[in-house]
């Protein structure tokens, strides 16, 4: 059974840094486009960043923060620096086979979502 799962969300003060992990299992890591997306209250869902199976994020506009993979360990990690309070958000990871759906954000595997909050 394919699982997403999410850690590193915590409050943070602005100025501040995170690092979420997000690790597969029952999926074949090294073959997955793997992106971060994360959605505010009251707010849309709105993609973060992205990487496909061969480290290439073209397709995928990139953000201000640092996504990375390791496929050994079967996990993406997004690295958050200078995180303000507009930043605050759930997180999700997402994955899917295909770059397409990815990009159109519309993967078909998700993460239950990590918590970042940054306030003073």
């Known amino acids: 059974q394919a699982q997403v799962v999410e850690s590193g969300g915590d409050l943070v003060q602005p100025g501040g840094s995170l690092r979420l992990a997000c690790t597969v299992s029952g999926l074949s890591f090294e073959d997955l486009t793997m992106a971060w997306f994360r959605q505010a209250p009251g707010k849309e869902r709105e993609r973060i960043s992205c990487?496909?199976?061969?480290?290439k994020s073209s397709y995928c506009m990139r953000g201000r923060f640092t996504i990375s993979r390791d496929n050994a360990n079967k996990t993406l990690y997004l690295q958050m620096n200078s995180l303000q309070p507009e930043d605050t958000a759930m997180y999700y990871c997402?994955?899917?086979?295909?770059?397409?759906?990815?990009?159109?954000?519309?993967?078909?595997?998700w993460g239950q979502g990590t918590q970042v909050t940054v306030s003073s």
């Open positions: 990487l496909s199976r061969d480290n």
């Open positions: 997402a994955a899917d086979v295909s770059p397409l759906r990815v990009s159109a954000g519309t993967p078909a595997y």
